[in-house]
């Protein structure tokens, strides 16, 4: 059974998926992607009554990092976490919400730590473990505790995030794959947008994540 708890959020106009997570009393807030909406994220942190920890991004995309400013302005002081392979690319989040949307966003603050394959985010007694799966972008992660993986845009229900966007790559995005498959199949998937699901389901019946792996044995 995980440590965990995980509560979903659905924000912003990319329909993104920002997760509230905690355990004993402390939590941390994943990829906050949009101002407007992280307030819901702040109320229900209040209702718990939970202290934030840290504020994580799985990657540097807008939707993904936007409402990062706003969780600063409401009073969360909790460090800002990113892969340094992504810090350029959340710089500029704004810059490319201007273009995809035409809206007007203070840039993000910048990262207070940059994360790595092996760095552990600590969450009251429970140590979620950081590991680099690059592919969507190069710097995405998954968080890993218990039988728990947030995966920001490496794997969906059925699906994977673009490849095609700059700094993708579908031979890393393949390697990504394998390893997540590699997780016992009962490990539950948090994906950045869409429903959550499972590395079962996905073995069963998801065509990248066949393809990565049929791959790799030839």
Not at 45 to 61: F, K, M, N, P, S
């Amino acid at each position: 059974m995980s440590p965990i708890r995980v509560e979903r959020f659905e924000v912003g106009p990319l329909a993104t998926n920002c997760y509230l997570v905690y355990s004993g009393g402390k939590a941390i807030v994943v990829d906050p992607g949009w101002p407007s909406d992280v307030d819901a994220v702040h109320r229900r942190i209040r209702e718990l009554g939970v202290e934030v920890e840290a504020i994580v991004a799985t990657h540097g995309h807008f939707d993904h990092i936007l409402g990062v400013g706003r969780l600063r302005e409401l009073g969360y002081e909790a460090p800002f976490m990113i892969h340094a392979n992504d810090a350029a690319i959340a710089a500029s989040a704004h810059l490319v919400a201007r273009q995809w949307l035409g809206v007007s966003i203070d840039p993000p603050p910048a990262p207070d730590k940059l994360v790595r394959e092996g760095s552990t985010i600590r969450l009251g007694g429970v140590e979620l473990a950081v590991w680099e799966t690059p592919g969507h972008s190069p710097g995405s992660i998954t968080l890993l505790a218990g039988d728990s993986a947030i995966v920001g845009d490496v794997l969906f229900r059925g699906s994977i995030g673009r490849v095609d966007l700059p700094g993708g790559s579908w031979e890393d995005m393949k390697k990504s794959l394998r390893r997540l498959a590699g997780l016992p199949s009962e490990t539950k998937v948090y994906p950045g947008h869409g429903p959550s699901t499972s590395i079962g389901l996905e073995l069963a019946d998801n065509y990248f994540v066949k393809v990565a792996l049929e791959e790799s044995e030839t």
